[in-house]
T-cell receptor, first 113, second 114 residues
Framework: SAVISQKPSRDICQRGTSLTIQCQVD?????MFWYRQQPGQSLTLIAT?????????ESGFVIDKFPISRPNLTFSTLTVSNMSPEDSSIYLC??????????FGPGTRLTVL | AQSVAQPEDQVNVAEGNPLTVKCTYS??????LFWYVQYPNRGLQFLLK??????LVKGSYGFEAEFNKSQTSFHLKKPSALVSDSALYFC????????????FGAGTRLTVKP
C-alpha cells in the first residue's frame, strides 16, 4: 500500500489569501487525485493531477481557483486561491496503485475566516 | 455516470451484535466497488474492494461485503461489532473503464454502543 503525507495538516487562513497544500507519496504512482470533503459531507473529486501536464478538472472546479502542480510521480501540490469561508473543507490527496486500490492522505483541514 | 447511495445516515448497534451498512450503486459496465472508513480527524482508510471473482469479499478488521449484481448492492457486514468500529463509512464505485472517476456515497455513521 502507498503511504501518503500531506502538509500542512491544518490551517486557519484569512479571506482573500491563498494556501498551497503538499502531497508526498512513498512510491511512484501514475494517478494522483485531489478531493474536497466539506463539513458533514462526502468526498468530491476536484481534479486528477497529471505528471508533466495540466491537471484535469471536474465540473465546477477551475484551474484559476485550484491550480495544481505535479512535477514528478511522487509529489503534487494543490493551491486554494483567493479563499472565502465557503472553501473551508478537508482537502485530501489520493493515489491509485497498480492493484486498483485507491489510497488517501490524512487530509488538510482548512478553515477560512 | 456512476453513483452510489447509502440509504442510512446513521446505524446504531450494540457491541457483539452483527452490523450491516448498506450501499447500492449505479454504473455503466463492470463496477469496481470499495469501502472506506474514516475515524475522527483522520483520513480515509481502505477496508475492502470488489473487482471480480467471489461475490463475498473479506477485508480489514473482520469486515466483509457481498457483491449482489441483481440488486446492485454492496453491503458492508461484520459478524460481531466492536465499540472501536464506531466511525464514518463510505461506499465508493468506479467504472472499470474510468479509472480516474471514483464516486463516493454520502457516508454512514456507525455507532457501536457497549
Amino acid at each position: 500500500s502507498a503511504v501518503i503525507s500531506q502538509k500542512p495538516s491544518r490551517d486557519i487562513c484569512q479571506r482573500g489569501t491563498s494556501l498551497t497544500i503538499q502531497c508526498q507519496v512513498d512510491s511512484q504512482v501514475t494517478m494522483m487525485f485531489w478531493y474536497r470533503q466539506q463539513p458533514g459531507q462526502s468526498l468530491t473529486l476536484i481534479a486528477t493531477a497529471n505528471q508533466g501536464s495540466e491537471a484535469t478538472y471536474e465540473s465546477g472546479f477551475v484551474i484559476d481557483k485550484f491550480p495544481i502542480s505535479r512535477p514528478n510521480l511522487t509529489f503534487s501540490t494543490l493551491t486554494v486561491s483567493n479563499m472565502s469561508p465557503e472553501d473551508s473543507s478537508i482537502y485530501l490527496c489520493s493515489v491509485l496503485d497498480g492493484y486498483n486500490e485507491q489510497f488517501f492522505g490524512p487530509g488538510t483541514r482548512l478553515t477560512v475566516l | 455516470a456512476q453513483s452510489v447511495a447509502q440509504p442510512e445516515d446513521q446505524v446504531n448497534v450494540a457491541e457483539g451484535n452483527p452490523l450491516t451498512v448498506k450501499c447500492t450503486y449505479s454504473v455503466s459496465g463492470n463496477p469496481y466497488l470499495f469501502w472506506y472508513v474514516q475515524y475522527p480527524n483522520r483520513g480515509l482508510q481502505f477496508l475492502l474492494k470488489y473487482i471480480t471473482g467471489d461475490n463475498l469479499v473479506k477485508g480489514s478488521y473482520g469486515f466483509e461485503a457481498e457483491f449482489n449484481k441483481s440488486q446492485t448492492s454492496f453491503h458492508l457486514k461484520k459478524p460481531s461489532a466492536l465499540v472501536s468500529d464506531s466511525a464514518l463509512y463510505f461506499c465508493a464505485v468506479r467504472a472499470s473503464s474510468r479509472m480516474n472517476d471514483m464516486r463516493f456515497g454520502a457516508g454512514t455513521r456507525l455507532t457501536v454502543k457497549p
